[in-house]
Structures are given as structure tokens and as C-alpha cells.
């Protein structure tokens, strides 16, 4: 009842900046849900990146993007947008949109995901 619709991976070299969104839609999506977004490569286990709540008052980041990534969100659009800055070969992953409570999303265990644009970071 819930859909993320997820745009904006792709190829980069390392420096470079990709900006990601994820639009939300459905009966059951509620817009006071938090969003954030989780990264997966088949190096690493699914690794949580960032989360934002409602209002956008609150954020919360991984310390490996603190300083280069920034989430934010357009409540109007029920979007959430990731810009990625300063990429390194190491953020190489698929990027997962997530949305639930604020304390579900940071443990990993949202009740919606997208299906993740593929982050690739050349040398």
C-alpha cells in the first residue's frame, strides 16, 4: 500500500556528487513518517546511512557520511532526497529509501523500502 520510488544513482569518480530521491505514494503511507535511507554492497551487510524525521528538525548519519552526505525531505512531495558529496569508491552500493517510525528506520527495520538505485564510485 506503500510505494518508494527511488531515481538518482549512477557513475561518478571519486569527488563527485550524485543527489538521490525517493518519492513516497500509497493509502498507508502516513507523512509523519521518518525516511532515511540504507546502502548495501556484497562486501558489507545492509549499513544504515541517514534518517530524517517529519519535520526535518531532527536528522541522524552514519559517522562514515558525516560531513559529505545530507538528507533532507519535501514534505509536500512526500519525498526524500540524499546529496552525496565528496564520494568515495567505498560508498560503491545499492541505496535503499526507507520509511516507518523514527526508531524503526534506525534499527533497520522500516515497514517500507524502495528498491535502490545502484551508487557507483570510480578511482
Known amino acids: 500500500q506503500v510505494q518508494l520510488v527511488e531515481s538518482g544513482g549512477g557513475l561518478v569518480q571519486t569527488g563527485g556528487s550524485l543527489r538521490l530521491s525517493c518519492a513516497a505514494s500509497?493509502?498507508?503511507?502516513?507523512?509523519?513518517?521518518?525516511m532515511g535511507w540504507f546502502r548495501q554492497s556484497p562486501a558489507k551487510e545492509r549499513e544504515f546511512v541517514a534518517v530524517?524525521?517529519?519535520?526535518?528538525?531532527?536528522?541522524l548519519a552514519v559517522d562514515s557520511v558525516k560531513g559529505r552526505f545530507t538528507i533532507s525531505r519535501d514534505n509536500a512531495k512526500n519525498t526524500v532526497y540524499l546529496q552525496m558529496n565528496s564520494l568515495k569508491p567505498e560508498d560503491t552500493a545499492v541505496y535503499y529509501c526507507?520509511?516507518?517510525?523514527?526508531?524503526?528506520?534506525?534499527?533497520?527495520?522500516?515497514?517500507?523500502w524502495g528498491l535502490g538505485p545502484q551508487v557507483t564510485v570510480s578511482m
Open positions: 530524517i524525521s517529519w519535520s526535518g528538525s531532527s536528522v
Open positions: 500509497g493509502p498507508a503511507f502516513d507523512s509523519s513518517y521518518a
Open positions: 526507507a520509511a516507518g517510525s523514527g526508531p524503526d528506520v534506525v534499527a533497520g527495520t522500516p515497514p517500507f
